[in-house]
């Protein structure tokens, strides 16, 4: 395993240097009974054109070593590069001649491992192995992963920890090595760091001379994210263009799990497509609305209890042990909360696989849908809690905590006398709950992200060298590794443990941070100030996580950040209500002075038209943001416009010569003159000989040629003219 | 000229039956002094491959005759289709072989005049004629237009009275004469009646069972206009499939009065463009402004003025002439509103044309945009000013009305005393105001749409005939038609006469009939019902416009409605809030039995709460409708896709020969395992040759063949089940 002290050194540890032109490792559980096919895994493999060598992985498996031979290669990257351009994410057909094409664009680390493994998984009818790791026949594949290019590797950190940014080139190199999938999260890291200085500093003033639930500063925050999600939308569009990947995610992976009904013929292609009713799926899609009742009223109650606890024991509780109990509420919270979220991922999971979807792309959009309103849930619903009913009606709140102090009275024993204080509302709250969630939450998640497995590998690794040594004095008889390859067969183990990088993980982190800021920032203007600085060490820390605490992910391509935009749209739209909501209601919570006995029908009154003003001014922004955006035209679309116009010119040419192709392109006429003549002549001729009509020939043969008609026009002119004059 | 009934009797009428073959007739008005170049007009038309005729127009004109060379057209078609596929117009390409091309595809009667027009109309250096009529060198030039297809008219006609619907045939059929353009019109036309079915008898039924202003209806009626906006942008898109248009909207025409101020080069095409500052037109666009503002102010005066006065005299004023003062307000508003739109249309006119857009499109587009505005205004406002002031504020304008109390006594003579009654408001008002929109003036329209420009005709041509009898006898040098062309030349003079068909008047027409039926039906549910008679007439009347009324329009293409989309969907939005207010005020006051005492704060918190939740209905309902209508998956699309694949696998069966072709529409091999020993030994060759590095090499060699990785897993594996079973 590769440590960051490894990278860092600039003399070349063992092992880390050479990947031996492996692309990828099968890591083989042996199983401990019953029949394995190991020997028709390698079969599979070396039917579709891939060398394989075994060796001993750890002490309950084997790694197989996969290369392609390059002749293999360069066909497969011909073949996919026609077929994108079929299915239209290429603008160029690839050139006939293979190895000219090649060198017009070279195969990057990414297109051949996506390829590779591509050809490991594809079904067999479609030309791969049809290896599916953990499942079916192949249950003791457990993983497949490429090697890390730990040179790259090392000098990417470096780079990444000595620049302040991440810029295009490293774009394009992260595209290069781990495909656009990471990339696209990395490049909307950049987008989102840069976009989020502006609040940082609206923030910052607002903070310092406005103050807490500030209208200003709540236009600011509306207008910026509203800015930020139409300007990444054209980014992402520019960038798919750039790195020639617009409409890959009208490709589509057949999810290999779909259960289809019947066949049918694709209404494009032609080919044989499978089919499984879409009213079928809709009815179990329609179980999503229980499911979503369900987590709003688990979560939802465990949130409200933990919160109106919370608010007993500091607020109004005053008896023993005040000090201590405080922590109860979150400890219940921090205990409940990813039990009761474990539980209802697991319905997600399930209802997502009962849903049943074709492809890969539908079936995760759907996932992360489901995962998105649990991690909504979760993540605002104390901070709603907060602003739309302990603050606006705090006081109505006295009844229920009248139910906790009870509660308390009858735990406590009757000897144990304890005092309640007087409950007032502490607009505080909210600040504090935003400070908890925006730097506490954070440095516990960054603990959590790095620290943790950091932790847990460095202990584990121990007690596997422990062991294996141990197991080595037990069986003498294993098959010691060849000195040459000692080091690279270690680290090649080490990384089999890593676990597998998942991007979701890292856009839902962003998108929810992203909320917070759009939700509730109005609350703690400081908010983007501290995601500043948050996000400087997340781009970090990101990096080391893909770089060493993780396998390398298989580089797949993407076009967009895919479901998560979506969200992004939603939150920033949600952001204007709730931001206009808590404007209005914490100001007037504030107005604590004065009597509070304004009549609730004005507050409503306002509260609404807040809402109602907020809301469109959202709409107007977009609005104009949209139009301006559309204006500017972005470079990505023109580009890729001009490749289509290009190639579709250069076809011309192949088949139509030079000529004919700068004339479409340019229309223009200039030998029309003299074949008019013969023109009209021949279409004389022609009316003549087929005697069209008397009349009509008759019609068009009265003056012949331009001059006759020139003169007689003259003539009917002058006619007119003189007939005019004689009679005034 | 054609009449009805010449159409419709089954003896052909003389002149009617032939067009001797004319594609274009130029309408040369004889200059009554200066230069003026006939010569060089025959000459342009001859050098682009036209042939000409000239004849005696009316009094003060020549009619030249125009008609284009088979073979010539063969090659305008050829290249004109080639052009539409470079520029992504067209899926397929143009066969190689010319005529094999046409017969693949034949040449409709509307892209030949389309291209002959265009031919006359481009200018020189793109191979046109470069004539702009009615400007510039050309000023002589009054019209250019295509002659009637009178055979086809009658049948259309005759097709169109006896069956109760426009279908798809009579749609193909009306594209292949008139254009995209004019049978989109008609598409739309024949959409939106159908669609009419369901709010008219939605409004019969509340109309009967529910009353005015029901929540049901409004509710009702928002689903229906957002679902058949979202139908109606599916079916454009079909069309235009269909009709092989999409994407022409893109290849835009030049506008000839465009004014540059550099060239630059296109970044798609890289031939130089004409550039003008867009910061300039910004700057003028801003001008748009003020003149929204303006026309508010003068119109909204105007029918705040004349409506208040119509309730001073209707409702309060009781004195002498009550019944003949009635009809001031009314006589002023119908003097009135045509005068100020007239001037502020010359205005808007004037302001597009300073904005100077490079494209005919654009310009268009600009124009409607500000012509929407002026009709938004002189179509609603009052409906306005009745829900929003009069109903729910009546109480008070009191003070407003003493202001014509005081002016009506101040212009009575002394004596004559008057009597006011006590005000009071009148709900009704509102059935009133929208039964005189819905079907007085629909009446009306019709009237001046299609029977006084009726009546005005044959009066004009008797005045003509006489005149030109007169005339006759007055110069009797005048070359006399020869007999077997009098009938036609007679024919052609008299459509020389129509007016120009514009289809934009008749789209108007229609959306702002359907901003009645979204903003306004709640208050007098029965508008769907009267619209549908309406329509049905209207229909009838637009064929009858087009074939005999008018000029034969030049078939323009289109690929949609244009702007008047974007104003559909304002209108759809906008009824959405009007709705709600409507149905919550006029609810309120007509709730008048009770004490009015209720406090306004607690009107004003319903108020708004009814627009949020049926504003958020709308865009629920549009977020369902979207995502359900891009599941069915539109049929034109699917058809789109399915030629462009086609296309590019056609393309690649050209280039790489059918077996490549194949492979990569479906990646597949099949004759790898023979190649896969040799290219593994390709592989060893490569790199013992080479040698790349003796571990790497050692590496791959260490196990020669499937077999040999076969039996060495084998044996590790075992090994370690022994191993471990050793240790258990």
Not at 649 to 669: C, F, H, M, W, Y
Request: aromatic share 12%; with cysteine.
């Amino acid at each position: 395993m590769a440590t960051l002290r490894d990278l860092y050194s600039d003399e070349k540890t063992k092992g880390l240097d050479t990947n031996f032109g492996v692309d990828y490792v099968i890591n083989y559980k042996i199983p401990q009974e019953g029949e394995f096919p190991f020997a028709s895994l390698i079969e599979a493999l070396t039917h579709v054109g891939l060398t394989t060598e075994v060796r001993r992985g750890d002490k309950s498996s084997v790694l197989v070593f996969i290369k392609i031979a390059d002749k293999f290669l360069a066909d497969q990257v011909y073949r996919s590069r026609l077929q994108d351009w079929l299915q239209g994410a290429r603008t160029n057909t690839a050139d006939k001649d293979l190895s000219q094409a090649l060198r017009d664009e070279p195969v990057s680390d990414a297109e051949r491992l996506r390829l590779v493994y591509l050809l490991m998984v594809k079904p067999k009818n479609e030309g791969g192995a049809g290896i599916t790791p953990e499942s079916g026949k192949w249950k003791h594949v457990a993983s497949i992963f490429p090697l890390h290019n730990h040179s790259f590797n090392r000098q990417w950190i470096k780079r990444v920890s000595r620049k302040g940014q991440t810029d295009e080139n490293d774009l394009d190199e992260i595209r290069d090595k781990f495909g656009e999938s990471v990339a696209f999260y990395f490049a909307f890291m950049q987008t989102y760091f840069k976009f989020l200085v502006v609040p940082a500093a609206a923030g910052f003033g607002a903070w310092m001379f406005l103050g807490q639930f500030s209208w200003l500063y709540a236009l600011v925050s509306c207008l910026w994210s509203v800015i930020f999600f139409e300007f990444w939308k054209q980014r992402e569009v520019d960038l798919a263009v750039q790195w020639g990947v617009r409409g890959v995610s009208n490709i589509q992976h057949p999810r290999p799990q779909f259960e289809f009904e019947r066949q049918a013929e694709d209404p494009i292609t032609g080919e044989p497509v499978k089919i499984y009713s879409p009213i079928k799926r809709l009815q179990t899609q329609l179980l999503q609305i229980p499911f979503a009742a369900a987590c709003i009223v688990v979560l939802g109650t465990l949130i409200v209890t933990c919160n109106s606890l919370e608010i007993f024991i500091n607020e109004v509780y005053n008896g023993p042990f005040q000090s201590y109990l405080a922590f109860l509420p979150t400890v219940i919270l921090v205990v409940m909360t990813p039990t009761f979220s474990t539980v209802l991922t697991k319905f997600a999971t399930r209802l997502t696989e009962m849903e049943n979807y074709e492809t890969i792309d539908a079936h995760h959009a759907a996932l992360v849908q489901k995962e998105f309103v649990l991690n909504f849930l979760t993540s605002y619903m104390a901070l709603f809690f907060t602003t739309f009913v302990y603050l606006p009606f705090g006081d109505h709140l006295t009844p229920y905590l009248d139910f906790w102090r009870t509660t308390a009275q009858k735990i406590t024993p009757k000897d144990v006398n304890f005092q309640t204080q007087e409950f007032s509302i502490n607009p505080e709250r909210i600040s504090k709950q935003m400070f908890y969630f925006t730097v506490t939450a954070q440095v516990v998640n960054f603990a959590t992200e790095v620290i943790v497995p950091y932790v847990k590998r460095q202990v584990f690794q121990e007690v596997r060298e422990v062991q294996s040594k141990m197991s080595k004095e037990d069986s003498a008889a294993k098959i010691k590794d060849q000195p040459e390859e000692a080091a690279f067969l270690e680290r090649v183990r080490n990384e089999a443990e890593l676990e597998t990088y998942d991007v979701t993980g890292d856009y839902r982190e962003m998108v929810i941070q992203f909320g917070y800021l759009s939700l509730f920032s109005v609350a703690w203007p400081l908010t983007a100030c501290c995601f500043l600085v948050n996000n400087w060490v997340e781009m970090r820390s990101d990096a080391v996580k893909i770089a060493i605490s993780s396998r390398r992910p298989i580089p797949w391509r993407a076009d967009s950040i895919g479901p998560w935009l979506n969200a992004l749209g939603f939150l920033s739209w949600l952001g204007s209500i709730t931001s206009a909501s808590i404007v209005f209601l914490c100001r007037s919570a504030g107005k604590g002075d004065g009597p509070r006995g304004t009549p609730g029908s004005i507050q409503a009154w306002g509260l609404l038209l807040s809402i109602l003003l907020s809301e469109h001014f959202y709409f107007g922004a977009q609005f104009v943001v949209r139009l301006v955006m559309k204006k500017l035209d972005s470079p990505g679309l023109q580009r890729e416009k001009k490749e289509r116009f290009m190639m579709k010119k250069r076809l011309l040419e192949e088949n139509l010569g030079q000529g004919v192709s700068d004339q479409a392109a340019t229309p223009g006429i200039e030998k029309t003159e003299m074949i008019t003549m013969q023109a009209l002549e021949d279409e004389a001729r022609r009316i003549s000989t087929q005697g069209h009509g008397g009349a009509e020939e008759a019609f068009w043969l009265r003056q012949r040629g331009m001059a006759e008609t020139i003169q007689i026009g003259r003539n009917l002119i002058s006619q007119s003219i003189s007939g005019n004059t004689t009679k005034a």
